[in-house]
Nanobody, 123 residues
């Protein structure tokens, strides 16, 4: 099982990015999927999660209204559309899968993690 995140980069304040994560090795259509991030020098934090069906989405307060998580079960993909980016969004963003199936914000509920993609937002 392998998760591969992509789409990060260096952008300016107010710009947008779309992160993608593809899962290899098995189908994750019954799994919840989430995005977490680790800012420089800080602990990993929850960003967004989506249930197995896509019917439930959960966001950190800091990204509500700016970020949108979505998934394509046919392609084993999960996406994170990030709009109105701020310097405080700078972090390594990682995707993860949860066998619990729901949109959990708790990292310990996730069992497979991708390697992360760097997002840097300049002021």
């Amino acid at each position: 099982v392998q998760l591969q995140a992509s789409g990060g980069g260096l952008v300016q304040t107010g710009d947008s990015l779309r992160l993608s994560c593809v899962a290899y090795g098995r189908s994750f259509s019954n799994y919840g999927m989430g995005w977490f991030r680790q800012p420089p020098g800080k602990e990993r934090e929850f960003v967004a999660a989506i249930s197995w069906s896509g019917g439930t989405r959960n966001y950190a307060d800091s990204v509500k209204g700016r970020f949108t998580i979505s998934r394509d079960n046919a392609k084993n993909n999960v996406y994170l559309q990030m709009n109105s980016l701020k310097p405080e969004d700078t972090a390594v963003y990682s995707c993860a899968t949860s066998p619990r199936g729901w949109a959990s914000s708790v990292a310990s509920n996730y069992d497979h993690w991708g390697q992360g993609t760097q997002v840097t937002v300049s002021s």
